[in-house]
């Protein structure tokens, strides 16, 4: 019986990491609504809405993007340079860190802190 609840630990654990431990490009978003991930594409356009909030939009612009990255404003000051800074990652490949979620048919990470965005 050990063994069985050993195995089925093993099971999870491994099940948790994998899912954040092996990034997928920004294309394959969608099939994985609803799990932590690591993932990469290049921002094709930065937009900051008049309320403070930045949206990073992957392989297209809104509203024909493949992937976003939500940032609202109350997380904006968090990040070195606030908006202009994330601006200037229009046309870099990004990875995106964090629980992909649907919005409006789309794919979507809401970024709350500057560890879960890398420029390479």
């Known amino acids: ?5 050993k195995s089925l630990l093993w099971a999870v654990l491994f099940g948790a990491f994998t899912s954040i431990a092996f990034g ?3 294309s394959e978003a969608a ?5 932590s991930g690591i993932v990469t594409g290049t921002v094709s356009q930065v937009y ?34 606030g908006a202009k800074d994330l601006q200037a990652m229009e046309g870099k490949e990004v ?20 560890s879960q965005i890398q420029v390479k």
């Open 24 to 26: 997928f490009p920004v």
């Open 95 to 114: 990875t995106i860190t964090g629980k992909i979620k649907e919005y409006k048919g789309k794919p979507e990470i809401i970024v709350s802190e500057p």
């Open 31 to 35: 099939k994985h609504v609803g799990e």
């Open 48 to 81: 900051v809405s008049k309320s403070g909030n930045v949206f990073l939009n992957f392989d297209g612009s809104y509203p024909n993007q493949v992937f976003s990255a939500t940032i609202f404003k109350d997380h904006v000051s968090q990040f070195p340079g």
């Open 1 to 5: 019986m050990k063994f069985i609840q």
